[in-house]
């Protein structure tokens, strides 16, 4: 069973960092691509980052320049490191893997950040 446990959230100021952290498990072998998305209040579901197997990256225009993905492999584990926080980065922030070789994708539970001005 695929599961993804985030971790990193919380509040911060304006200008100031986050490092989030999702560790998959149940993913077994082959390629995938990890990822970031987040919703605010009232929004929809946006892309924030991904980040395939072999390290190729995809951003969001609104977090270039500020965010930056990254993984470990061996641990299974993506990171997303937010610096420059914005008030509008402010969403609960939703780990996502997509499963290549079967296209199945799954999600973490969800981890708050909040940015205040």
């Known amino acids: 069973q695929v599961q993804l446990v985030e971790s990193g959230g919380g509040l911060v100021q304006a200008g100031g960092s986050l490092r989030l952290s999702c560790v998959a498990s149940?993913?077994?072998?082959?390629?995938?691509?990890m990822g970031w998305y987040r919703q605010a209040p009232g929004k929809q579901r946006e892309l924030v980052a991904t980040i395939s197997t072999g390290g190729i990256t995809n951003y969001a225009d609104s977090v270039k320049g500020r965010f930056t993905i990254s993984r470990d492999n061996p641990k299974n584990t993506v990171y997303l490191q937010m610096n420059s926080l914005k008030p509008e980065d402010t969403a609960v922030y939703y780990c996502?893997?997509?499963?290549?070789?079967?296209?199945?994708?799954?999600w973490g539970q969800g981890t708050q950040v909040t940015v205040s001005s």
């Open positions: 149940g993913i077994g072998f082959g390629r995938n691509v």
């Open positions: 996502n893997i997509l499963l290549t070789v079967l296209a199945r994708e799954y």
